[in-house]
Every structure is written in structure tokens, then in C-alpha cells.
């Protein structure tokens, strides 16, 4: 089992920042692969990005890779969303999950970023 504890979510205006954190506790060496993931109000989960243990890294949308940053500290065995240049639409309850097998299958409990226009 992994548990995840994410933190850092609030309210920014509209060409802010604001920075994302989640801890991995547990068995986290069966996760190859660390990520985030969103819900907007009234809309679909939606892939934000990715890290793997070797370091590559994946972004949903190509204004995400622009604007977002992920990156993980092995020793703390946290992962980290560093988001830049926020827009309203990316008002979004925040996602931190953990893959196992290839799934992402275990998650956090959510944190709520609302980007104000």
C-alpha cells in the first residue's frame, strides 16, 4: 500500500503561481511513476502530468508543459506541481496518484486550487 498526502492548494489570481506538493508514504518502491491529475467542476478527470523514477516526464496538454512543472524528490519521496502563469480555467480539485503495474492506482485525497479572474 501507498499513501498519499498532498498540500499546498488555495485561491491565486489569475497570472499567479502556486505550488503543489505530495508525500508518498509506504510501499512507494512498487511505483515506477508519480503524477497529477484534476476534476473541474461538471467535467471529466483530466492528466496534468508525470514523473517517472528515471526522471522522464509527461504533461497532458501542451499549455501545461509551458506553464507547469513537476519533479520528485527521491529522499523525501515527494512529488511536486509547480504551476505557473494560472488561469481560471485551471480552477480544479488537484489529484496526486501513485502507479502500481502499471495503473495509477493509488490517489490522495485531493487538493482544491481556484484560480480567480
Known amino acids: 500500500q501507498v499513501q498519499l498526502a498532498e498540500s499546498g492548494g488555495g485561491l491565486v489570481q489569475a497570472g499567479g503561481s502556486l505550488g503543489l506538493s505530495c508525500a508518498a508514504s509506504?510501499?512507494?518502491?512498487?511505483?515506477?511513476?508519480m503524477g497529477w491529475f484534476r476534476r473541474a467542476p461538471g467535467k471529466e478527470r483530466e492528466f496534468v502530468a508525470s514523473?517517472?523514477?528515471?526522471?522522464?516526464?509527461?504533461y497532458g496538454t501542451d499549455s501545461m508543459k509551458g506553464r507547469f512543472t513537476i519533479s520528485f524528490d527521491n529522499a523525501k519521496n515527494t512529488v511536486y506541481l509547480q504551476m505557473n502563469s494560472l488561469k481560471p480555467e485551471d480552477t480544479a480539485v488537484y489529484y496526486c496518484?501513485?502507479?502500481?503495474?502499471?495503473?495509477?492506482?493509488?490517489w490522495g485525497q485531493g487538493t482544491q486550487v481556484t484560480v480567480s479572474s
Open positions: 509506504g510501499r512507494t518502491s512498487s511505483s515506477i511513476a
Open positions: 496518484a501513485a502507479s502500481e503495474n502499471n495503473t495509477w492506482r493509488y
Open positions: 514523473i517517472r523514477r528515471n526522471g522522464g516526464t509527461t
